[in-house]
């Protein structure tokens, strides 16, 4: 990722978290008042969407009841390029509360606990707020954890929490279970299309060598929802991104036709949506969807967003059957698409554009 000049106010409020900042009582920095095309909208009453909901337990059934559910997945994928997924084995809304409950407590902790997992000089992973690679660059109002979970030899536990003292072994178990849905789906996409069952896994890799990447998000009630942004409007860098929202507190919205739309709560769903990677490999059937997250005046929320990511090394391109007279091809093939991401989106651009033909 390129590195640029930064003022020295901003290098100042880089090193800050968002809890820090408020703590402090200073007033709001300007660089955290957000500037872009959709920053009226920011507090706007916005309608509530109509979010597929996909049954994992009836998509991966012998009986007919799966045929309906895949329908509903290629709709849900082509048209929002979303769902709430539910009644997955391995991830019962008891599990979901588990592991949103230790994410929770350590955004919780003192300061000087979470620094103990600072982020360091060069480095995406650990406690922290923004990445500061632009002087204009708005600053999101949220504290993150980020921790890559695979491939398992390159974890950095010195980032992993040690407390809670169930963090660790909670996040493994959770993203364990992730990689095999991850995998179910990425069989799904091809069934619902007609291709052969392992068109886009094999394309997407074996999973011992691909990335996921655990980024918990925590949004401090913010002075001023209608200036400032949770997390700037993107597309995900992924093939599949599965999120825990929080269960009490809204925050997350898509964008459809022009339009934000606010995701309802589901306390046992997962919002999944797919990534840039499954529009590339799709050859733009499949939808990556723009999205956004808002602030509240009152209530703090936490989510976690988990990205599963071809291996960098591995080149991506549609895979056979999508391309054909009626649908030309869309995209190149691309190789180590992520290291576009993080200076595409702290620019307000999305990387799928280097990917265009």
């Not at 968002?18 to 507090?43: F, M, N, W």
């Not at 954890?145 to 407390?163: A, G, N, V």
């Not at 052969?196 to 001023?224: H, Q, S, V, W």
Request: glycine content about 4%; charged content about 25%.
């Amino acid at each position: 990722m390129a590195e640029t000049s930064s003022s020295p106010a901003q290098v100042e409020l880089a090193s800050k978290t968002v809890q820090e900042l408020i703590t402090s009582g200073k007033e709001l920095p300007e660089s955290y008042i957000y500037k872009g095309s959709d920053a009226r909208s920011l507090d706007a009453s916005l309608p509530l969407m109509d979010i597929p909901i996909i049954d994992i337990g009836l998509l991966t059934s012998p009986s007919s009841s799966s045929t309906q559910e895949l329908e509903k997945l290629r709709s849900a994928l082509s048209f929002w390029g979303c769902f709430q997924a539910i009644n997955y084995h391995g991830i019962e809304p008891e599990f979901l509360d588990k592991m949103s409950e230790v994410g929770k407590q350590f955004f919780d902790f003192p300061p000087e606990t979470k620094q103990k997992y600072s982020r360091e000089d060069g480095s995406t992973e650990g406690y922290g707020s923004d990445i500061i690679i632009a002087e204009e660059q708005t600053l999101d109002w949220t504290d993150r954890l980020l921790l890559t979970t695979s491939p398992k030899d390159q974890r950095q536990l010195k980032f992993w929490p040690e407390i809670p003292e169930s963090f660790r072994e909670t996040l493994h178990e959770y993203t364990t279970e992730l990689e095999k849905l991850n995998e179910i789906l990425l069989k799904a996409m091809a069934t619902c299309l007609n291709l052969e069952e392992n068109c886009f896994l094999d394309m997407y890799g074996e999973k011992e060598n691909a990335t996921m990447i655990a980024r918990f998000n925590f949004y401090p009630p913010c002075p001023r929802p209608d200036l400032v942004i949770g997390v700037k409007p993107h597309a995900d860098a992924s093939a599949f991104t599965y999120l825990l929202q929080d269960k009490q507190v809204e925050g997350l919205q898509f964008l459809k036709d022009n339009q934000w739309y606010r995701v309802p709560l589901n306390p046992e769903a997962l919002v999944i949506n797919a990534g840039d990677y499954a529009e590339i490999m799709s050859n733009g059937i499949f939808k990556s969807p723009v999205h956004r997250a808002v602030t509240n005046s009152e209530r703090k929320r936490m989510s976690l967003a988990v990205f599963c990511i071809p291996n960098p090394d591995r080149e991506i391109e549609p895979v056979n059957g999508v391309v054909n007279e009626a649908r030309p091809r869309l995209y190149k093939k691309v190789k180590d698409y992520v290291s576009l991401y993080f200076e595409y989106y702290q620019r307000g651009r999305r990387p799928i554009e280097a990917a265009i033909i």
